[in-house]
């Protein structure tokens, strides 16, 4: 066989493994598990709420421009190798998150993004992807670790109570921390500088890639960080949204500090246990369970049962529908170009 009819063939079995995979993956996490099931009759049970459809709508909406902020975030970044216009950033987008449905982590995001480029090299683009997903780590963790002051005392034994120097000094590690990561994040490019300074013979290559990242000046990196922030702020309204939609109702200050707890705890668990919707629904119940257990509110079985629903029906809105919505796009990939 040829070349070129190899590099076809292994590019249509490598779709077609990408579909049938993700499918599946969708498939025993919604249906064989009873996902859908449990969610029919929780729209029995909490269908009476006025707000139940109209915030099911929102949040639907919400995921629209969600996706739609990250696909603008990526072309930014991808234009210094390949210019797109942006729907296309968009199917660059769907193709990822297709991809990644399956993998542990979503690691296999740049995977559905790169190979759809048609001229852009997919190693710089696989650069650039890091770029825009350590942004919204970035982000995600300087919230999450700033709600954490807040509630800091209630991980205490209990009885305890902190001295002015312990207060004194988680407030000063957590900033001093949150300080750091910044800095290191617009001093991108000087990094990649030390890098070549270090990097010698035969990984004289890695240079032509690490040149990608100091093309990406710091007012792009403000900009493509302001936009992770409003993406950030978008799911966030969603999961607030979702748990109004069955019937959780808690203070929009209070709300501030849950979520990016929430959304902390599930960026610092381990890869492999992240895909799984039970550890979402998991890791809100405690928090959520925390605030109602400091103010001395009993948690309901019902209301403990809408919180997992809450974020299981996020999950299957933020991430099932749109690797669906992006399984026509994965035949668009090239794995292999000649």
Same mark, same amino acid.
């Not at 079995?13 to 009873?34: E, N």
């Not at 300087?142 to 005392?153: D, Q």
């Not at 988680?170 to 500088?193: H, K, Q």
């Given at each position: 066989?040829?070349?070129?009819?190899?590099?076809?063939?292994?590019?249509?079995?490598?779709?077609?493994?990408?579909?049938?995979?993700?499918?599946?993956?969708?498939?025993?996490?919604?249906?064989?598990?009873?996902?859908?099931?449990?969610?029919?009759?929780?729209?029995?049970?909490?269908?009476?709420?006025?707000?139940?459809?109209?915030?099911?709508?929102?949040?639907?909406?919400?995921?629209?421009?969600?996706?739609?902020?990250?696909?603008?975030?990526?072309?930014?970044?991808?234009?210094?190798?390949?210019?797109?216009?942006?729907?296309?950033?968009?199917?660059?987008?769907?193709?990822?998150?297709?991809?990644?449905?399956?993998?542990?982590?979503?690691?296999?995001?740049?995977?559905?993004?790169?190979?759809?480029?048609?001229?852009?090299?997919?190693?710089?683009?696989?650069?650039?992807?890091?770029?825009?997903?350590?942004?919204?780590?970035?982000?995600?963790?300087?919230?999450?670790?700033?709600?954490?002051?807040?509630?800091?005392?209630?991980?205490?034994?209990?009885?305890?109570?902190?001295?002015?120097?312990?207060?004194?000094?988680?407030?000063?590690?957590?900033?001093?921390?949150?300080?750091?990561?910044?800095?290191?994040?617009?001093?991108?490019?000087?990094?990649?500088? &030390?890098?070549?300074?270090?990097?010698?013979?035969?990984?004289?290559?890695? /240079?032509?890639? *690490? !040149? @990608?990242?100091? #093309? %990406? $000046?710091?007012?792009?990196?403000?900009?493509?960080?302001?936009?992770?922030?409003?993406?950030?702020?978008?799911?966030?309204?969603?999961?607030?949204?979702?748990?109004?939609?069955?019937?959780?109702?808690?203070?929009?200050?209070?709300?501030?500090?849950?979520?990016? &707890?929430?959304?902390?705890?599930?960026?610092?668990?381990?890869?492999?246990? /992240?895909?799984? *919707? !039970? @550890?979402?629904? #998991? %890791? $809100?119940?405690?928090?959520?369970?925390?605030?109602?257990?400091?103010?001395?509110?009993?948690?309901?079985?019902?209301?403990?049962?809408?919180?997992?629903?809450?974020?299981?029906?996020?999950?299957?809105?933020?991430?099932?529908?749109?690797?669906?919505?992006?399984?026509?796009?994965?035949?668009?990939?090239?794995?292999?170009?000649?």
């Amino acid at each position: 066989m040829r070349l070129p009819k190899l590099h076809k063939t292994l590019n249509i079995l490598i779709r077609l493994a990408i579909v049938g995979l993700s499918l599946g993956f969708i498939y025993w996490k919604v249906f064989a598990k009873g996902e859908v099931g449990e969610l029919l009759k929780a729209v029995e049970s909490f269908g009476n709420n006025p707000f139940f459809y109209r915030g099911i709508y929102v949040v639907c909406v919400l995921m629209i421009l969600n996706w739609s902020v990250e696909s603008v975030k990526w072309r930014i970044l991808v234009s210094r190798i390949e210019k797109i216009p942006f729907y296309r950033a968009v199917e660059s987008v769907l193709t990822g998150i297709t991809v990644s449905i399956f993998m542990p982590n979503r690691t296999g995001e740049f995977l559905g993004r790169v190979f759809i480029l048609k001229t852009g090299d997919p190693v710089k683009a696989a650069f650039l992807t890091i770029i825009g997903s350590i942004s919204q780590l970035l982000i995600t963790i300087l919230l999450g670790t700033t709600a954490l002051l807040f509630v800091f005392h209630d991980f205490l034994p209990p009885g305890s109570l902190p001295s002015i120097w312990v207060n004194i000094g988680v407030i000063s590690g957590i900033t001093l921390f949150n300080f750091a990561m910044l800095a290191l994040f617009f001093r991108v490019p000087v990094f990649s500088r &030390l890098l070549r300074k270090l990097v010698r013979g035969q990984w004289y290559k890695v /240079l032509t890639y *690490l !040149g @990608v990242i100091e #093309s %990406v $000046s710091r007012s792009e990196l403000f900009i493509v960080l302001m936009l992770s922030f409003f993406r950030y702020l978008v799911f966030s309204l969603q999961f607030y949204l979702m748990l109004r939609v069955f019937g959780i109702e808690i203070p929009l200050a209070q709300v501030m500090i849950i979520i990016p &707890l929430i959304y902390l705890s599930l960026a610092v668990i381990p890869s492999f246990a /992240l895909s799984e *919707l !039970g @550890v979402r629904g #998991s %890791v $809100s119940l405690y928090f959520i369970g925390m605030y109602l257990k400091y103010r001395a509110i009993p948690m309901t079985e019902i209301e403990s049962m809408a919180i997992v629903l809450a974020a299981g029906l996020l999950w299957i809105i933020n991430l099932a529908i749109p690797a669906i919505i992006g399984m026509p796009f994965v035949f668009n990939l090239r794995f292999f170009r000649r």
